[in-house]
Every structure is written in C-alpha cells, then in structure tokens.
C-alpha cells in the first residue's frame, strides 16, 4: 500500500530476478484504498486482494485481476457482503483453479470462494465472540481451508 495527495491506494511493483523494476501500477478507485495480499494464479494472473470506498462510500472487500506482462488492470470486483463493512486481508489459490478470500464483515470472520472471474461460488461468516477475523488463510492439497487471525 502506498499514499500520496487525498488518501492511500494500491500499487503492484514487478522485479526481475536481479531486483531491477519491470513496472509499477498504481490502483487508485476512490479516496481509500489497502492493499493486502497478492497472489499468482495457476492461470498465471496476478490476483490481490483488499479494502476500498470506492464504491457507495462504505468500507468494501476488493479483489482485482493484474495482466503480469505489462500490470494492466484485468478487472477489479468489490463485494460486501452483509450490511456495514467487509475487509479482505488473505487470498489464496485452491487445488480446484479457483480463489479463497478470508478478513472480516460486520457479521465476523468472512471466507468467501470467488472463481478466476470473480464470481462468488460461496461466501461464508464464523463468529464465536464478534471479533474474530480471518488475517491468514492457507490450503492444503486436499482443499482443506486453514484460517488464522
């Protein structure tokens, strides 16, 4: 995540293995924006995931497609929800091509199942005290979902 003039906002830098840049991009849809994880698909695309209020004014769980070639924007998604704010700290890659998401909603800990579109396959919530939520979430080989926060 970075900043500069009116608020934060995302950017992807690519390196070679020397640590020479190839690019960097800037993603900018609103007034705040946080940048939390990123991820290469088996598709090859980069898939990040994060925060913006971009979209309606209320904090929204993002998630955005990056063509790695060049750091152009594929298509970026905003998903909340469950009435108030949905945030989206973790993304990770399932044994089945798609993509798993975990962070929090105003119901708890939020785990949702997107597919390389970013369509929702399905979206769930696990709340024991209303705290919790989801800053890690890891896949074993068998499509076990592991979540910590």
């Known amino acids: 995540m970075g900043s500069s003039g009116g608020g934060a906002q995302i950017y992807t830098l690519k390196?070679?293995?020397?640590?020479?840049?190839l690019w960097m991009k800037k993603l900018r849809f609103g007034s705040i924006e946080h940048g939390?994880?990123?991820?290469v698909g088996n598709n090859g695309k980069i898939y990040g995931c994060g925060t913006t209020t971009a979209f309606g004014g209320s904090e929204q769980g993002v998630v955005y497609q990056i063509?790695?070639?060049?750091?152009?924007?594929?298509w970026v998604k905003t998903y909340n929800n469950y009435s108030g704010s949905d945030f989206y700290y973790s993304i990770n890659k399932t044994p089945d091509n798609n993509i798993?998401?975990?962070?929090?909603?105003?119901?708890g800990n939020i785990v949702t199942k997107i597919d390389y579109a970013g369509n929702i396959i399905w979206n769930k919530y696990f709340n024991q005290s209303g705290s919790e939520f989801g800053d890690e979430i890891m896949v074993s080989s068998?499509?076990?979902l592991y979540m910590a926060g």
């Open 100 to 107: 798993i998401l975990t962070g929090a909603s105003a119901a």
């Open 67 to 74: 063509e790695p070639s060049n750091g152009n924007i594929d």
């Open 15 to 21: 390196i070679d293995g020397n640590g020479n840049r």
């Open 142 to 144: 068998d499509g076990s």
């Open 36 to 39: 939390m994880r990123q991820i």
